[in-house]
C-alpha cells in the first residue's frame, strides 16, 4: 500500500521559511513524479511545483523564486523549500506522486497518489 506523508508545516511570520517533507512508502518513484499542491480555505487546490526522476523540475509563476523543490531518490522523498513566505501561501499543502512520465504535472489529474496535507499559515 502506498503512503505519503507530508511533514514541516506551521506557523510563521510573513518573509519566514519553511521545508516540507514528504516520505513516500509503499512503491519508489524514481522513474516518475512527485508534486506539491495546496489549498486555501474556499479555493480549489492548486499545483505549486513538480519534480521528475531525472531532477527537472516546474513551479507555478507565484512560486518561482522563492520556492525549491527537490527529490532524495534513496529516501524516497521530496522537499519545498519556501522561502519569501506571504500571507497569500497560507493553505494545505499536499504531496503528490506518480509512476511513468507525463508532461501534465501541473494538473491534478496526473497523480495516482496522495498525502494527508499539511497545514501551513503565513501571518502578517
Known amino acids: 500500500q502506498v503512503q505519503l506523508v507530508e511533514s514541516g508545516g506551521g506557523l510563521v511570520q510573513a518573509g519566514g521559511s519553511l521545508r516540507l517533507s514528504c516520505a513516500a512508502s509503499?512503491?519508489?518513484?524514481?522513474?516518475?513524479?512527485m508534486g506539491w499542491f495546496r489549498q486555501a480555505p474556499g479555493k480549489e487546490r492548486e499545483f505549486v511545483a513538480a519534480?521528475?526522476?531525472?531532477?527537472?523540475?516546474d513551479y507555478t509563476d507565484s512560486a518561482k523564486g522563492r520556492f525549491t523543490i527537490s527529490r532524495d531518490n534513496a529516501k524516497n522523498t521530496v522537499y519545498l523549500q519556501m522561502n519569501s513566505l506571504k500571507p497569500e501561501d497560507t493553505a494545505v499543502y499536499y504531496c503528490?506522486?506518480?509512476?511513468?512520465?507525463?508532461?501534465?504535472?501541473?494538473?491534478?489529474?496526473?497523480?495516482?497518489?496522495w498525502g494527508q496535507g499539511t497545514q501551513v499559515t503565513v501571518s502578517s
Open positions: 503528490a506522486a506518480r509512476s511513468g512520465w507525463t508532461p501534465y504535472l501541473n494538473t491534478m489529474g496526473a497523480y495516482m497518489y
Open positions: 519534480i521528475r526522476g531525472g531532477g527537472s523540475t
Open positions: 509503499g512503491r519508489t518513484f524514481s522513474s516518475g513524479a
